[in-house]
């Protein structure tokens, strides 16, 4: 499992001073793309390799609010991988409880979205991260 920790920026809140809904899908992209770089490779490496990895699917439930300046850790992994794709699961912890879990789904695909077979070096942080 990876972990991704940061703080809710006053921009990401909405005006009853929770953060807006969309933004939880923000903080997964953050966490994966962290995840990739720590294991040395980011999506625009893949990208000029000609493998891009497109969001199919994506999806969150929100179990209580999150707010201006609270500090929060994204943990992520790995749950299902296919032969062009795999699935993220991620949880929001605040204050060490689960303020929110969702996952994506992604394929990898050329650049005009044809699928591929995922990359051995992009199999490998795969297999690193799967639960």
Not at 28 to 44: D, I, N
Request: glycine share 4%; proline share 3%; with cysteine.
């Amino acid at each position: 499992m990876f972990q991704f920790k940061t703080f809710v920026r006053y921009s990401e809140t909405d005006q009853m001073g929770v953060v807006y809904y969309a933004n939880y899908f923000v903080y997964f992209e953050a966490a994966r793309t962290q995840l990739l770089k720590k294991e040395g490779k980011s999506y625009g490496q893949f990208e000029k390799e000609g493998v891009y990895i497109p969001v199919l699917e994506a999806h969150c439930r929100y179990k209580s609010p999150l707010f201006y300046e609270d500090e929060i850790t994204v943990n992520c992994w790995i749950s299902e991988v296919k032969n062009t794709s795999f699935k993220f699961e991620y949880e929001i912890l605040k204050d060490g409880k689960v303020a929110a879990q969702g996952f994506t789904r992604h394929c990898c695909t050329t650049k005009d979205l044809k699928p591929v077979k995922i990359p051995e070096d992009l199999r490998k942080i795969i297999d690193k991260y799967k639960r």
